[in-house]
């Protein structure tokens, strides 16, 4: 055999040899999550009028009363402009005889709704304010949700957690499973989670100066991580 090709032979022998021979690092993969309790210095509130009429002009009408009303009453409390929206607004006829198959449905009237949410900032004002709210003729009420009103420091923190979290808990199931954790090949963030609002029926409402209690908010993400592993 030809000394050149001799020598290639060889080396690709010793090459496989060594391929084979060598170790093919394995993945762990984690989750964790990290929080943050903070006391809220923000509500959202969903607050606004329902009227049923015999015209819809009339049930509209008499929302659009109340609605100008809570506006007017939110403006007096110091609620600045950009705090204020229009969430919901909607107009429906009642029907009469949809159940019955031999008669034809009629409209018995109509019904009108009108809702606006709102940014409070002023949380010592807030039940009292809801009470207020009621006296001007409000009876919806879609939820209040405590919050902060420059969540991204918290998310940021909350985020450091869950790295830390997942961290641990790799490092932990490594040292059970016998191997070395070796460098991070992926980090996913899965999301990030604020509060969601609370439903006060308006029976609980009707309380005057609505009593209300803030306590913490709980701010969380979570995020994925793969660790290459070999054994020890």
């Given at each position: 055999?030809?000394?050149?090709?001799?020598?290639?032979?060889?080396?690709?022998?010793?090459?496989?040899?060594?391929?084979?021979?060598?170790?093919?690092?394995?993945?762990?993969?984690?989750?964790?999550e990290g929080s943050?309790?903070?006391?809220?210095?923000?509500?959202?509130?969903?607050?606004?009028?329902?009227?049923?009429?015999?015209t819809a002009k009339s049930a509209m009408d008499e929302t659009s009363q109340v609605t100008a009303a809570i506006l007017?009453?939110?403006?007096?409390?110091?609620?600045?402009?950009?705090?204020?929206?229009?969430?919901?607004?909607?107009?429906?006829?009642?029907?009469?005889?949809?159940?019955?198959?031999?008669?034809?449905?009629?409209?018995?009237?109509y019904q009108a709704s009108n809702r606006v949410t709102?940014?409070?900032?002023?949380?010592?004002?807030?039940?009292?304010?809801?009470?207020?709210?009621?006296?001007d003729g409000a009876n919806t009420l879609g939820g209040v949700q405590f919050t902060v009103s420059d969540p991204e420091p918290l998310l940021n923190e909350a985020r450091v957690n869950a790295?830390?979290?997942?961290?641990?808990?790799?490092?932990?199931l490594a040292t059970a499973a016998d191997v070395v954790l070796g460098p991070l090949i992926s980090l996913t963030e899965g999301g990030a989670y604020m509060p969601r609002a609370e439903t006060f029926g308006m029976a609980r409402m009707a309380d005057s100066a609505v009593p209300m209690a803030q306590g913490e908010v709980n701010i969380s993400a979570n995020v994925t991580l793969v660790y290459q592993i070999k054994p020890e």
């Open positions: 055999m030809h000394k050149t090709t001799a020598m290639l032979v060889a080396f690709i022998a010793l090459a496989g040899v060594s391929s084979a021979g060598a170790e093919t690092p394995g993945q762990i993969t984690v989750t964790g943050v309790r903070v006391v809220p210095d923000m509500a959202v509130i969903t607050v606004g009028a329902s009227a049923e009429a015999d007017e009453r939110l403006a007096g409390a110091g609620v600045a402009e950009r705090d204020v929206q229009t969430s919901d607004l909607s107009l429906n006829p009642l029907w009469s005889n949809r159940a019955a198959s031999d008669q034809r449905p009629t409209i018995d009237g709102v940014r409070v900032r002023d949380l010592e004002s807030l039940g009292t304010l809801l009470d207020a709210l009621l006296s790295v830390a979290d997942a961290r641990a808990r790799a490092e932990l």
